[in-house]
């Protein structure tokens, strides 16, 4: 597996401080002000109130495994060396659902509802993509 041939992110001004902060290692969210809830994926407005009234938070990195499933058919060139593999939605204990993959562990291994944390292996072209493995 080659994090480094993996599609890279498409950057805007509302993801922007997402991917700078998974670079140093941390996993930011997007929390409504007047809610105090959690959303993703970064947009301009609250998906609760439609208003701007929001601020970043560092998220906890926990979460548990709500969903996945195993691609067995190449979708993205870059990552045709990793057939089959696992790509699993999370949900944060803040609230919001990650699609991601697995990291640490095959997919025989995953079971819907087990504890996940949030884990940084790299990326392509200096991006670190978050990934999640067992809590530890």
């Known amino acids: 597996m080659s994090l480094q041939t993996r599609p890279k992110p498409v950057v805007d001004n509302w993801n922007r401080p997402f991917w700078e902060a998974c670079v140093e290692g941390r ?3 997007q929390r409504c002000v007047e809610t105090g809830r959690c959303f993703f994926p970064p947009a301009p407005v609250s998906p609760y109130t439609g208003r701007p009234d929001w601020e970043w938070i ?3 990195g926990k979460g548990e495994l709500w969903s996945f499933v195993v691609f067995h058919q190449s979708y993205f060139p870059g990552m045709k060396d990793e057939l089959p593999y696992p790509v699993a939605m999370v949900k944060l204990d ?3 659902y990650l699609l991601t993959n697995l990291d640490g562990m095959k997919a025989e291994d995953a079971k819907v509802g087990m504890r996940l944390s949030v884990r940084f292996p ?11 493995g067992p809590e530890e």
């Open 94 to 96: 803040e609230g919001p």
């Open 122 to 132: 790299g990326g392509p072209d200096g991006f670190a993509l978050p990934q999640f």
């Open 27 to 29: 996993l930011l969210l």
């Open 58 to 60: 560092t998220a906890s």
